[in-house]
């Protein structure tokens, strides 16, 4: 360990250089991301700093982890209080803690009333780590409940997704994935998927048949090039999933908390899913924690001691940041936020779109805004960018990706718009 010199000389948790950094990482590090040549040694707020004294404004947020700004303070906090305390280790799921009992109380009625045909009794919470965990457990809830409310055979239950989609990269997640690149020579798939076009209503109804027991969809896609569906979409998928008698899931792990103006990115077109899966800044980005969440009537139904289980699901540690996540979303009004800046920062970026040659489209919503650009190739814009203290990256390729921290202010806007300007504008 004598190569590790976690010495206090801030910035960074060590004095080693970033030279060796790139070393220890190509020699002992699974090869599965390509990253920028860019060593980050802290993170604060909006902005990501190198030990040379460079600057980055983070226009990814960690893919919405976070929302919040990195190391907010008050989460900062109550996970260091809970460190210092003794309340943050990991304790056995066989007893109480009262993080988890605060944090499902507050999650569960933040969120709006999951699948209200079946009552106003409440909403339950299923905590995991990483956002695809949860969205196995979203999984796992629709198969069930396929089989035991509408008696389809155990085992061939099917649920409808979308082209493009992204819920994660499990075995089970790139199973539903359309993306050659995630599955090839990772087979056998799981079965029990079958996949349409995103936006496109009628091919849904095609596929359903008696085996069908769901719908899983992002309300809006993220990595699939962030894409909102033609007006009406999703509600009318609230309408075949009520004709149909099927549960209808958002995958928000991208795009809720915020993210798009509204706490819930569904609440734009007010169609209220069955069950909903989140992420990312449920943690303010400081732990993994994911959750899923449907009305208490399908949880309790679906699961039973012994039914499911994650040794760090629901832990004291992430549900004492996921309070803290929590209470600043709502307090700081970041989803308002996102609207305000994100309407001042889409219309900047609407006008830079017009005067440049290389802008095919701009979209999105709120602090959730990409710009596709017409040879398709965005990392290009990227890379300029981040020379000019900038990080953003793709989104299907074709689309920079411009998801900023909520906590953005004006003078972030013109600094990013200032640089959107020069690499867009020849
Ligand atoms: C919509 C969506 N679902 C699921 C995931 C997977 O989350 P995680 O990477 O935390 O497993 C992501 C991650 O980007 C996502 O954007």
């Given at each position: 360990?004598?190569?590790?010199?976690?010495?206090?000389?801030?910035?960074?948790?060590?004095?080693?250089?970033?030279?060796?950094?790139?070393?220890?990482?190509?020699?002992?590090?699974?090869?599965?991301?390509?990253?920028?040549?860019?060593?980050?040694?802290?993170?604060?707020?909006?902005?990501?700093?190198?030990?040379?004294g460079n600057k980055y404004l983070d226009c990814l947020a960690a893919y919405s982890a976070a929302n919040q700004g990195h190391c907010h303070p008050n989460i900062a906090r109550?996970?260091?209080?809970?460190?210092?305390?003794?309340?943050?280790?990991?304790?056995?799921?066989?007893?109480?803690?009262?993080?988890?009992?605060?944090?499902?109380?507050?999650?569960?009625?933040?969120?709006?009333?999951?699948?209200?045909?079946?009552?106003?009794?409440?909403?339950?919470?299923?905590?995991?780590?990483?956002?695809?965990?949860?969205?196995?457990?979203?999984?796992?809830?629709?198969?069930?409940?396929?089989?035991?409310?509408?008696?389809?055979?155990?085992?061939?239950?099917?649920?409808?997704?979308?082209?493009?989609?992204?819920?994660?990269?499990?075995?089970?997640?790139?199973?539903?994935?359309?993306?050659?690149?995630?599955?090839?020579?990772?087979?056998?798939?799981?079965?029990?998927?079958?996949?349409?076009?995103?936006?496109?209503?009628?091919?849904?109804?095609?596929?359903?048949?008696?085996?069908?027991?769901?719908?899983?969809?992002?309300?809006?896609?993220?990595?699939?090039?962030?894409?909102?569906?033609?007006?009406?979409?999703?509600?009318?998928?609230?309408?075949?999933?009520?004709?149909?008698?099927?549960?209808?899931?958002?995958?928000?792990?991208?795009?809720?908390?915020?993210?798009?103006?509204?706490?819930?990115?569904?609440?734009?077109?007010?169609?209220?899913?069955?069950?909903?899966?989140?992420?990312?800044?449920?943690?303010?980005?400081?732990?993994?924690?994911?959750?899923?969440?449907?009305?208490?009537?399908?949880?309790?139904?679906?699961?039973?001691?012994?039914?499911?289980?994650?040794?760090?699901?629901?832990?004291?540690?992430?549900?004492?940041?996921?309070?803290?996540?929590?209470?600043?979303?709502?307090?700081?009004?970041?989803?308002?936020?996102?609207?305000?800046?994100?309407?001042?920062?889409?219309?900047?970026?609407?006008?830079?779109?017009?005067?440049?040659?290389?802008?095919?489209?701009?979209?999105?919503?709120?602090?959730?805004?990409?710009?596709?650009?017409?040879?398709?190739?965005?990392?290009?814009?990227?890379?300029?960018?981040?020379?000019?203290?900038?990080?953003?990256?793709?989104?299907?390729?074709?689309?920079?990706?411009?998801?900023?921290?909520?906590?953005?202010?004006?003078?972030?806007?013109d600094y990013i718009v200032e640089r959107l300007e020069k690499v867009l504008v020849d």
């Amino acid at each position: 360990m004598a190569d590790v010199k976690t010495l206090n000389t801030a910035p960074g948790f060590s004095t080693i250089s970033d030279k060796e950094i790139f070393e220890f990482e190509h020699k002992h590090g699974a090869h599965h991301y390509g990253r920028l040549d860019v060593v980050v040694r802290r993170a604060e707020g909006v902005w990501l700093h190198t030990q040379d004294g460079n600057k980055y404004l983070d226009c990814l947020a960690a893919y919405s982890a976070a929302n919040q700004g990195h190391c907010h303070p008050n989460i900062a906090r109550a996970l260091v209080e809970a460190l210092q305390n003794q309340y943050a280790s990991v304790i056995s799921n066989v007893v109480y803690t009262d993080s988890l009992a605060l944090f499902l109380k507050k999650l569960s009625t933040l969120v709006p009333q999951m699948a209200p045909k079946l009552g106003a009794n409440g909403n339950k919470v299923l905590p995991k780590n990483g956002g695809v965990e949860s969205v196995e457990t979203a999984i796992k809830t629709a198969r069930a409940w396929g089989y035991m409310k509408k008696g389809i055979e155990d085992g061939k239950q099917e649920i409808i997704v979308f082209r493009n989609n992204f819920h994660g990269r499990t075995l089970l997640a790139v199973s539903v994935s359309s993306t050659e690149k995630y599955k090839k020579g990772f087979g056998p798939m799981v079965p029990g998927f079958v996949d349409v076009d995103f936006g496109d209503l009628e091919a849904v109804k095609a596929v359903i048949n008696k085996n069908t027991c769901g719908i899983l969809v992002e309300p809006m896609q993220g990595e699939g090039g962030m894409y909102q569906p033609p007006d009406g979409f999703r509600k009318g998928l609230r309408d075949v999933a009520d004709e149909n008698n099927l549960m209808l899931i958002f995958d928000e792990i991208q795009v809720g908390l915020g993210r798009t103006g509204k706490m819930f990115c569904f609440e734009h077109e007010n169609v209220v899913p069955d069950g909903i899966v989140l992420g990312k800044a449920l943690s303010g980005g400081m732990v993994p924690l994911s959750c899923f969440v449907t009305n208490t009537e399908i949880m309790d139904a679906v699961f039973q001691p012994g039914r499911d289980g994650s040794t760090f699901g629901g832990y004291p540690l992430a549900c004492i940041a996921g309070n803290a996540a929590l209470d600043v979303l709502v307090d700081e009004d970041l989803a308002g936020r996102s609207t305000k800046m994100g309407a001042i920062l889409h219309k900047k970026i609407d006008e830079i779109a017009a005067r440049s040659s290389h802008v095919k489209e701009v979209r999105g919503r709120g602090l959730f805004i990409g710009i596709e650009v017409k040879n398709g190739d965005a990392m290009s814009f990227c890379s300029k960018l981040l020379k000019l203290g900038l990080l953003a990256n793709d989104s299907h390729g074709h689309t920079i990706r411009i998801s900023p921290p909520l906590i953005l202010d004006e003078e972030n806007i013109d600094y990013i718009v200032e640089r959107l300007e020069k690499v867009l504008v020849d």
